[in-house]
């Protein structure tokens, strides 16, 4: 499989299988992850043929590793 670059519309990864977090309204409002290859795809729900944004899943681990120490508590939600 050739590099997949950030951007890339959402609807023309391979064989993606887009999983929606059970937290979503179901509609929208959701960030939805697929695995592409050995990277991790995201999108928005709201605009499904979008960009999407790939990332490793060290990058994926260490993004985590941050929220659960609070690291991004400063961003209001």
């Given at each position: 499989?050739?590099?997949?670059?950030?951007?890339?519309?959402?609807?023309?990864l391979?064989?993606?299988?887009?999983?929606?977090?059970m937290?979503?309204?179901?509609?929208?409002?959701?960030?939805?992850?697929?695995?592409?290859?050995?990277?991790?795809?995201?999108?928005?729900?709201?605009?499904?043929?979008?960009p999407?944004?790939?990332?490793?899943r060290?990058?994926?681990?260490?993004?985590?590793?941050?929220?659960?120490?609070?690291?991004?508590t400063?961003?209001?939600?």
């Open positions: 499989m050739s590099e997949i670059k950030n951007g890339v519309g959402a609807g023309t391979p064989d993606a299988r887009w999983t929606k977090a937290a979503s309204d179901g509609r929208d409002d959701c960030v939805e992850l697929a695995q592409v290859g050995e990277n991790i795809a995201m999108r928005n729900s709201r605009d499904p043929q979008g999407a944004l790939i990332f490793t060290s990058e994926l681990v260490a993004f985590f590793d941050g929220v659960s120490k609070g690291e991004f400063q961003m209001t939600v």
